[in-house]
């Protein structure tokens, strides 16, 4: 039996949607599709702290989890004005939901469009792409985001802020 002209290139076709599919695949792509440039490691984030390098270290996840624990040194990306409305929409007490975008386009107009930024939030979060892609959207270049997320960094003992208290800030 003769095999059809198109089976070959059909196959190959095939190989090439299964292996674009697949995430390991996908060389130089991390979560949130961010390529290796838009990450950071713990360690590369962790060498930048302690040599107390000009950096923003934005938390993404919500103000009820930083106010919990944060890594040592970020801060929330939006005033907290905004948070207080969240809470009060979230409550019913106002209407209508406080404009994000608006809220970090106020928010970063304090600082360098060249100021270094690292993002991050929960581990297995896309928060924190979110957040850079949206950064990134402003105007700023020098964005990336931690490759894990905050439960690895404090798992591996690195400062973090609980209740305004450093806590493995002798460890290095």
Known sequence: M???RLFPAALLLLCLCLSLADPAS???????GLT???VISEEAL???LLEKKLLLLLDSRSKRSFDAAHIEGASLPLAD???RQ???????????M???ALALKNAMQKHPKDIPIVTYCSDDCQSGAVLLYDI???????????????QSWEGKGYPVTTNEKPVGSDRP
């Not at 809470?87 to 209508?96: C, R, T, V």
């Open 2 to 4: 003769k095999t059809p």
């Open 26 to 32: 996908a060389k130089g792509r991390h979560k949130g």
């Open 36 to 38: 290796d440039e838009e």
């Open 46 to 48: 962790r060498s930048q």
């Open 81 to 83: 004005d905004y948070y």
């Open 86 to 96: 969240e809470d009060l929409f979230a409550s019913g007490l106002i209407p209508k």
């Open 98 to 100: 406080p404009d994000r």
């Open 136 to 150: 990134k959207k402003l105007g700023f270049q020098n964005v990336r985001m931690l490759e894990t997320g905050f």
